[in-house]
């Protein structure tokens, strides 16, 4: 991890910069004979080292803190401990949902995802496990978004995915798509025999749009009538086989950003990676 300079150190740091320059010359000319301004050097490096240091780091989960098969390495979970026990606050910030099979394989080195940062912001949790209110989609998307894809041609090789509080629901089973989210041990996937009825009979945090990467540009512009503008909903893509429809309001920025208020912090506190 690269921490980069908070606000506050590099005010402070600007403040000492003539007694570092003073003690760093003296240094480099060999000019130092009662190791004064070497020990001040020193001194205000370090000072400056812990000021940048932060107190929370948010991290993406899928291309970032996992492995390509969705796993932690070792070395990936000797740091997340390495920065727990330095009091660091590691927070998941990630397109995936709480639940699912990677919560006992990842989560359980982010103290259960509490706190944490799910479905691009749509759900997340305080240190507590107290879940904050979710940002959902706007009731009559998700039958939009279904019925976009019902009249265009490349609808028909799209499997729709609504995630519905812990769970993501499903139409069609015979799928590889289907298999490889799965894989992927995000929310548990469940089956209903019509998408569009339990989409209308819950509130639904996000819609995953699964295709072939090559067809994603088709359907991201078949969708693009009704999602967007005044609709409520975005489009975002994270990996080359899925779109997400998600509320355009909810991101995941937002959302650690909330976090922070809520703890008494500000960005110059944190690190995103």
Avoid at 203 to 225: E, Y
Wanted: glycine share 10%; charged share 15%.
């Amino acid at each position: 991890l690269a921490w980069a300079p908070s606000t506050r150190a590099v005010r402070i740091a600007a403040a000492v910069e003539p007694a570092l320059k003073t003690a760093v010359s003296s240094f480099r000319s060999a000019t130092v004979k009662s190791g004064s301004d070497l020990w001040t050097m020193w001194s205000i490096l370090i000072g400056l080292a812990a000021l940048c240091r932060p107190r929370v780091v948010f991290t993406d989960c899928d291309g970032t803190l996992l492995r390509p098969d969705h796993t932690l390495s070792d070395r990936a979970r000797q740091t997340l401990r390495a920065l727990d026990r330095a009091g660091v606050i590691v927070v998941p910030a990630t397109g995936r949902g709480r639940a699912g099979t990677w919560t006992s394989s990842v989560l359980t080195e982010l103290r259960g995802g509490a706190p944490g940062v799910f479905c691009n912001g749509c759900t997340s949790f305080d240190r507590d496990g107290t879940a904050l209110p979710p940002a959902l989609l706007p009731t009559s998307l998700p039958a939009s978004v279904l019925g976009a894809l019902g009249t265009s041609a490349v609808g028909a090789g799209c499997v729709a995915v609504a995630y519905v509080g812990d769970e993501a629901l499903y139409e069609y089973s015979a799928s590889a798509l289907i298999l490889r989210l799965a894989a992927v041990g995000d929310s548990p996937l469940r089956r209903v025999e019509c998408l569009r009825s339990a989409c209308a009979a819950s509130p639904v945090s996000k819609i995953l749009l699964l295709h072939d990467a090559h067809a994603l540009p088709a359907l991201r512009a078949a969708v693009a009538p009704v999602v967007g503008g005044a609709s409520g909903g975005a489009v975002t893509q994270a990996i080359d086989w899925m779109l997400e429809v998600v509320p355009s309001h909810a991101d995941k920025g937002s959302a650690a950003g909330e976090l922070l208020a809520r703890w008494g912090l500000g960005w110059e506190h944190a690190l995103a990676i």
